[in-house]
């Protein structure tokens, strides 16, 4: 099945041309003026823009927390990317524990703890709707964990996650953390890191606690902003001395975009990533009725905090925007209709009368493109070519997947989206098929939006028509990635 999508205009990271682009099959066959059809299906793009499908590389998707689960699953967490111009997602890998192990297979034959956690991923990633891939969590370390690292990347996993924060449950010791970065290193991986100060926070939670205080808005008072600062210097620092890369995920405060450009300016290979909810909400959003709905960790911060991470953008010191798309119900009591059928995933309301039990999270995987477009792009904070560095092509290259993805280049994959730039729409819960009962971006007025998203050649969103199916997204393998 050929498509020649003619006339448009594309945008890549470095450059914006109008151009023919011809899909023959999965993959990008022709880019260039004036294509002949031959027997190609002809889609008139001549008022549109043409970008690679987005690269998310920060997703938690049918992930357990707490009593409940995320409550979109790899079925309609991408599905919901898709209609927001998303076609390759990554999420997470928890470690499981050495019980589950053992329990589920023979004490022979045991797979290791990495190859094992895989596994149980991959059988729930079997309904994906777009392209995927995995990050794995490093959320134990022992000599026999230090050994068995290495083993991912013959499962085409590059990338570690840590913590400094999430005592007792994720956190690693910074001697872990750093052995951890040197075995990274000689095997061509990448770090991940979550910088929080977790003995901070554990000492400032029991406090809040033991005074009475149960709101949503001590979530963030018990997670400073000083924490995620001096935490990011230190896994910069850190990553220096083993010589080895780092990238920060979800950067929230405008002290660590500082801290990224200090330890960049002196050569650590530190990479950064941050998020549209820190660019648009504040902690004064949790002290709504509706607080715990912006709950997610680390905390939404204050406008100064929104302004510096937009400079960082400008002007190049940050690398990515994921979405730490994490998606709960705001009330689990009461079902939505998902695909014609009631759903209820207990949510937000678990916290209701204490804040460390509201489940951590927000959506955001289809608000990503159409969000940052009208905020970012129209109001002149990056540029178009910005946009796809930042939504696709950085993400590709720094793991591994360009130019597979994130690329309008012939022999690409034909993940492409007909942008129309021009579009408006009266955002929120009734264009979003996030499998949640509520949109933070509800009654936004967007300008720009996808209006066709092909994945490998075959359109799996038309407007407002699903297309795509269950089960047809594809796990990608990633080889060793680019530091930019
Ligand atoms: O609140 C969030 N972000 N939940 C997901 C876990 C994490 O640390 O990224
Ligand atoms: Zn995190
Ligand atoms: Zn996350």
Redesign the pocket.
């Known amino acids: 099945m050929s498509i020649l999508i003619r006339g448009g205009t594309l945008v890549t990271a470095s450059e914006t041309f109008k151009s023919d682009i011809l899909l023959e099959g999965e993959k990008i066959a022709r880019i260039g003026l004036d294509l002949e059809p031959g027997s190609a299906q002809v889609i008139d793009a001549s008022e549109r823009l043409i970008l690679p499908g987005g690269v998310d590389p920060h997703v938690?998707l049918d992930l357990p927390m707490f009593d409940t689960v995320s409550s979109d699953d790899h079925y309609s967490g991408h599905k919901a990317a898709a209609f927001g111009g998303t076609t390759t997602a990554m999420d997470f890998v928890p470690m499981a524990s050495a019980l589950s192990r053992e329990s589920e297979t023979s004490a022979v034959e045991a797979p290791g703890i990495f190859q094992h956690s895989v596994d149980l991923w991959m059988k729930k990633a079997e309904k994906a709707a777009i392209d995927y891939s995995f990050h794995m969590n490093l959320t134990r370390f022992d000599e026999t964990i230090a050994k068995e690292i290495p083993s991912l990347m013959k499962m085409g996993i590059q990338t570690l996650k840590v913590?400094t924060a999430y005592n007792g449950r994720l956190r690693l010791d910074d001697g872990s953390i750093f052995r951890a970065l040197r075995i990274a290193r000689e095997n061509g991986m990448l770090m991940m890191a979550?910088c929080e100060n977790g003995d901070v926070i554990e000492a400032l939670v029991a406090d809040a606690l033991a005074a009475g205080h149960s709101e949503p808005k001590y979530h963030a008072l018990t997670r400073p902003a000083w924490g995620a600062v001096e935490a990011t210097l230190r896994m910069a620092a850190m990553a220096g001395q083993a010589d080895s890369p780092v990238y920060i995920?979800?950067m929230n405060a405008g002290g660590e975009v500082d801290m990224l450009q200090y330890a960049r300016q002196r050569g650590v290979k530190v990479m950064g990533e941050t998020c549209p909810q820190y660019l648009f909400f504040t902690e004064d959003d949790l002290s709504r009725p509706d607080g715990a709905r912006w709950i997610?960790?680390p905390p939404v911060r204050t406008e100064a905090d929104n302004a510096r991470l937009w400079e960082g953008l400008s002007s190049g010191v940050l690398q990515t925007i994921g979405t730490?798309h994490?998606p709960f119900f705001s009330d689990g009591s009461r079902p939505i209709v998902y695909e014609g059928s009631e759903v209820a995933i207990p949510g937000k309301e678990l916290g209701k009368h204490d804040f460390t039990k509201i489940p951590?999270?927000l959506p955001g995987i289809q608000d990503r493109m159409p969000v940052l477009w009208t905020k970012g792009v129209n109001s002149g904070k990056i540029t178009p070519n910005q946009f796809v560095a930042y939504m696709s092509t950085n993400p590709a290259r720094i793991f591994g997947l360009y130019p597979r993805k994130g690329a309008l280049l012939e022999a690409s994959d034909a993940d492409i989206v007909i942008w129309d730039a021009g579009k408006k729409v009266k955002y929120g819960l009734a264009h979003s098929h996030q499998r949640t009962d509520y949109n933070l971006y509800e009654g936004w007025e967007l300008t720009g939006y996808p209006e066709k998203v092909f994945l490998r050649g075959s359109l799996i969103v038309d407007g407002e028509q699903w297309l795509g199916k269950r089960g047809a997204g594809q796990f990608l393998k990633r080889s060793e990635g680019e530091l930019l």
């Open positions: 938690h913590f979550h995920v979800h997610c960790s730490d994490c951590n999270g």
